[in-house]
């Protein structure tokens, strides 16, 4: 399982939305493709909603499976369907 940390896009654990729009277009997404991913908070308070929406939505995109918490006890929060198509 993949690793996002939200501390990863915050300054000194402050989430501020220009430095967060600039390291999340610089962020490789592209190691999560088709991966299972556990995003954890590192005892961070106060992350603010949008970073979690910017990020799920990024993950909802590449991401087979989405767990948040910690490594004891990830709760699953999104899983890709798997849906076949038929000629």
């Known amino acids: 399982m993949e690793l996002l940390e939200l501390k990863d896009f915050s300054r000194d654990g402050v989430f501020f939305e220009d430095h967060f729009d ?6 490789d997404w592209a190691r999560f493709d088709n ?14 909603g949008w970073v979690y929406m910017q990020i799920g939505i990024e993950l909802a995109k590449r991401a087979r499976k989405v767990f948040f918490g910690d490594s004891n006890t ?13 000629s």
Do not use: L, Q, W
């Open 22 to 27: 600039e390291v999340f277009s610089a962020y």
């Open 35 to 48: 991966k299972a991913v556990r995003v954890s908070n590192c005892g961070m308070h106060n992350v603010p």
């Open 74 to 86: 990830p709760k699953r929060i999104f899983k890709r369907s798997e849906m076949t198509e038929t």
